[in-house]
Nanobody, 124 residues
Framework: QVHPVESGGGSVQAGGSLRLSCESSTYTLRSYCMGWFRQAPGKEREGVAYIDMEGTTRYAESREGRFAIAKENAKNTWYLQMNSLTPEDSGVYYC??????????????????WGQGPQVTVSS
């Protein structure tokens, strides 16, 4: 079973940084993609950053250069390092996993397993 579990999040002032972690039992999978999503109140959930088992990454344009996604295979854990945060980055952040996925050009992941989502609040 693949059950992503997030940790981290919290409150920070604008310009600050936070790191989110997501742990999932994917060691039995041959390939997968892991993504971070954000949902602000009253808005649709949006993709923030993706990474596959080979380390290929993809970012939402608005986060590229400020956010970094990384993985630590030995711990079955992924991270989202968020820097230079603005109030517009606030929301609930979810990690998600798609099995049998590779981030080849043009492929849009369809995530199957979702975590519960920690709240991130950035104050001005």
């Amino acid at each position: 079973q693949v059950h992503p579990v997030e940790s981290g999040g919290g409150s920070v002032q604008a310009g600050g940084s936070l790191r989110l972690s997501c742990e999932s039992s994917t060691y039995t999978l041959r390939s997968y993609c892991m993504g971070w999503f954000r949902q602000a109140p009253g808005k649709e959930r949006e993709g923030v950053a993706y990474i596959d088992m080979e380390g290929t990454t993809r970012y939402a344009e608005s986060r590229e250069g400020r956010f970094a996604i990384a993985k630590e295979n030995a711990k079955n854990t992924w991270y989202l390092q968020m820097n230079s945060l603005t109030p517009e980055d606030s929301g609930v952040y979810y990690c998600a996993v798609e099995t049998g996925c590779r981030l080849v050009p043009g492929y849009i992941p369809e995530f199957e397993y979702w975590g519960q989502g920690p709240q991130v609040t950035v104050s001005s």
